[in-house]
């Protein structure tokens, strides 16, 4: 199964007034001293907002506008900048709202952040990418697959749309048998590198469809007829952003914690962080840090903090430092 990122209170749409208790209204009432009066005071929003849950921040989110008739990221859009600005706003309002918005930034301006797309619609449960484009509609009242039709194009824009299908099958043993997983690498080879020119269209479908049990047997296979992984394959067929995307699509099936990792890792490549993407992996993979925080020391020989530290600063470090701290174990 897919890594899920929602917590259940999302599932079950049980955001009713009698859902929070004491401790949130707290919270709310800390958040709302903070932004009191002349002046900000950015070390208690980091204090308050870093350590909510992605389930507390739906009822944060709900509590703070029923008490105070304001919506909570629009105090703080008003109240701080920057990226720790962003970051805030993303904290303040539920997970599933918050990748939309997440969605929404990656399109705005001269030219799209296809990283930041292919991150957050792909690999996702069906349920979970249902809702993403339920929430999208009700927010932006206009269908995720068309705003991203007006961004996208060619084997990338392709790619998207299978994500955004929800096509994965459970797991069966009965189906996902020894001989499905050498059928699917037989196709797999014929339309990628036993293929003069290769059918993307055609891989991206194996790559959606196929549970991550099914999958890891197929790699494996492919491994063992053909001498490269899956990836590698992906690797040699693929160019740009179609192939970053669907390496990213695979890697989330059979080794999700290193494949979030690397993610993390590349929004601080090179000359300049991507502070956008940073913030938005982070705070997305919130409920796997302990596992994604792990594969980060193996792949690079650091811990996140210690990245964090390095590469950003100000109020800005001090939050996301605080949310990997409270999210470390």
């Known amino acids: 199964m897919p890594l899920e990122l929602y917590p259940s209170i999302i599932y079950e749409g049980d955001l009713s007034p009698d859902a929070v208790g004491d401790d949130i209204n707290e919270k709310v009432e800390g958040i709302y001293q903070a932004c009191k009066g002349f002046g900000t005071d950015e070390l208690r929003l980091i204090k308050v907002l870093a350590v909510l849950s992605p389930e507390d921040r739906c009822k944060v989110s709900l509590r703070y506008n029923q008490v105070h008739g304001k919506a909570l990221k629009d105090v703080l859009k008003r109240e701080c900048r920057g990226d720790f600005g962003q970051a805030l706003q993303f904290l303040a309002v539920p997970p599933d709202v918050a990748e939309c918005d997440m969605i929404k930034k990656a399109c705005k301006g001269i030219g799209t952040d296809e ?184 792949l690079t020989g650091k811990t996140l903090q210690e990245t964090l530290n390095k590469e950003i600063g100000g109020d800005y470090r001090r939050l996301l430092t605080e949310l990997v701290d409270a999210n470390s174990s």
């Open 115 to 298: 990283t930041l797309i292919y991150s957050v619609v792909g690999g996702r449960s069906n349920r979970e990418i249902e809702i993403l484009k339920k929430q999208f509609f009700n927010i932006y009242e206009k269908d995720l697959g068309r705003q991203l039709d007006s961004e996208l194009s060619g084997n990338f824009e392709k790619m998207v749309f299978y994500c955004l299908q929800g096509m994965e099958e459970k797991y069966d043993p009965d189906y996902h048998t020894d001989d499905k997983v050498s059928d699917d690498v037989a196709t797999f080879y014929k339309m990628g590198q036993g293929k003069f020119g290769t059918d993307e269209g055609g891989l991206f479908k194996i790559i959606c469809t196929s549970p991550a049990e099914h999958l890891k047997k197929v790699n494996q296979k492919y491994a063992d007829k053909h001498d490269v992984t899956l990836f590698k394959a992906i690797d040699d067929e693929m160019g740009g952003k179609t192939k970053d995307a669907t390496l990213y699509l695979l890697g989330l099936k059979i080794k999700p914690y290193e494949t979030v990792a690397k993610l993390i890792q590349k929004a601080c490549k090179g000359i300049g962080t991507n502070e956008l993407l940073l913030t938005c992996t982070i705070i997305r993979f919130q409920p796997h840090l302990p596992h994604v925080m792990a594969a980060y020391k193996e």
